[in-house]
């Protein structure tokens, strides 16, 4: 990577105030834009459909793949973050309406916040995630530091989410833990998608365990890195620390 490539990453502090940096802006004129924010440890062919299953069905005029430099939960292992935005730059460069950022916040109504702060009023912003990321979304344990009403008060007043259920959480079990009288206030904001069931259970960490062990990923990662994936020239460990 160049050093002008390497300056994306320098300056987001994580403990700073949310903070959006755009690595490619593909339409700085949307008003419909979801994002997708995930891991991408590495991207798989489950991002892409979630992300084009979103614009077809919302009309989405710019669609946001999110990297954000620290997670709620997981370590940083496997691929570096300046690996993770490369792949993330073959992809969306092959399509009109792509677009790239970093977050230097892991919670959603902080990425939102930062999202809104960096487009203005204007745009609607829709979220894009699994059904398991929406239950962690309303995990009290996330939120050590404020009530979590208020974060998801902040969330939802920004952004809408669009929800594509995943395996073991299908859409009816989905549905009834939004019936919770904690949850379902919000439920007018939630929409969800539909994505096939096998890429509904694809997982990065899959095409990690299939990497080790020198098996195929063709069928498990968009066609755009493979090349990147294959011919990286060394043996590699799935769940090496690169903090």
């Known amino acids: 990577m160049t050093d002008d490539r390497m300056l994306e990453l320098e300056g987001l502090d994580p403990h700073a105030p949310p903070q ?12 419909r834009i979801g994002v997708l924010s995930a891991s991408f440890n590495p991207p798989t062919r489950a991002h892409v459909a979630l992300m084009e299953s979103a614009r077809e069905a919302f009309d989405l005029e710019e ?3 999110l990297l954000a430099i620290t997670h709620v939960e997981k370590p940083l292992v496997g691929f570096g973050l300046r690996e993770r935005l490369e792949m993330l730059r073959a992809i969306a460069l092959g399509r009109p309406g792509w677009s790239i950022a970093l977050c230097n916040r892991a919670r959603f109504f902080e990425k939102a916040r930062a999202l809104r702060e960096a487009v203005g ?5 829709f979220f894009i ?3 398991d990321t929406l239950v962690r979304l309303f995990d009290p344990r996330y939120y050590p530091d404020l009530p979590m009403e208020s974060a998801l008060e902040q969330f939802f007043q920004t952004a809408r989410l669009l929800v594509a259920p995943r395996p073991p959480g299908d859409r009816p079990s989905l549905e009834a833990f939004l019936k919770d009288p904690a949850r379902e206030r919000y439920r007018v904001r939630i929409a969800f998608l539909s994505l096939d069931p096998a890429l509904g259970a694809l997982s990065s ?6 990497l080790a062990q020198g098996e195929p990923v063709n069928t498990l990662v968009p066609p755009e890195i493979l090349p ?6 060394r043996p590699w460990d799935p769940e090496h620390s690169v903090g």
């Open 20 to 31: 959006w940096r755009w690595v490619h802006r593909a339409r700085p004129d949307a008003q």
């Open 63 to 65: 669609s946001v793949l």
């Open 121 to 125: 009023e204007g745009p609607e912003l």
């Open 129 to 131: 995630m699994g059904g």
């Open 205 to 210: 960490s899959e095409v990690r365990r299939r």
């Open 228 to 233: 990147w994936l294959t011919e990286r020239g």
